[in-house]
């Protein structure tokens, strides 16, 4: 059988659980251990707010930056983060979804900076070497009071 037939149906099955409730949360997103501290690394960082702990566990030099607003190196994302969560204390991920390739995992979010807050679509992709991260891009976009379908953007 076509090893790409194979992998999107595997995808499909490990989803579809979270889609028939029409809720999904992190123990159900991912069976990878790759893909689970990635959640771990966002979560305890940004959920818990405990920024320096996620770092010193997850990250590992050299740290590599796609953030034009952060620079590279381990230091680079503890103060970015450690600035943020002080400007927005009600920063808050709701993971959606986990994707697992290889030594890169992606991680689709929704991120709410407090209530009323409509909120944006976060894409998170780590690059991880010996099981830390060594590489981080995002990309942001703003949830739309109006769209031209009737999709989410989840």
């Known amino acids: 059988m076509n090893k790409i037939a194979v992998a999107m149906g595997m995808t499909v099955l490990t989803f579809l659980p979270g889609f028939a409730s029409g809720q999904m949360d992190a123990s159900t997103l991912t069976k990878s251990p790759l893909g689970a501290a990635a959640l771990e690394f966002l979560d305890l960082g940004l959920n818990q707010k405990k920024v320096d702990e996620a770092i010193d566990k997850y990250l590992a030099p050299p740290y ?20 943020l969560l002080k400007q927005l204390p009600g920063w808050h991920y ?12 992606t991680i689709h979010s929704h991120v709410t900076t407090g209530s009323g807050d409509r909120g944006m679509a976060v894409v998170d992709i780590f690059r991880a070497e010996n099981g830390k991260f060594v590489e981080h891009w995002d990309v942001v976009q703003p949830v739309p009071e109006s769209a031209a379908n009737e999709n989410t953007m989840f």
């Open 64 to 83: 590599t930056q796609h953030n034009p607003q952060v620079p590279d190196g381990i230091e680079g994302p503890r103060a970015a983060l450690t600035g």
């Open 94 to 105: 709701d993971f959606k979804r986990v994707l697992v390739d290889g030594d890169f995992v």
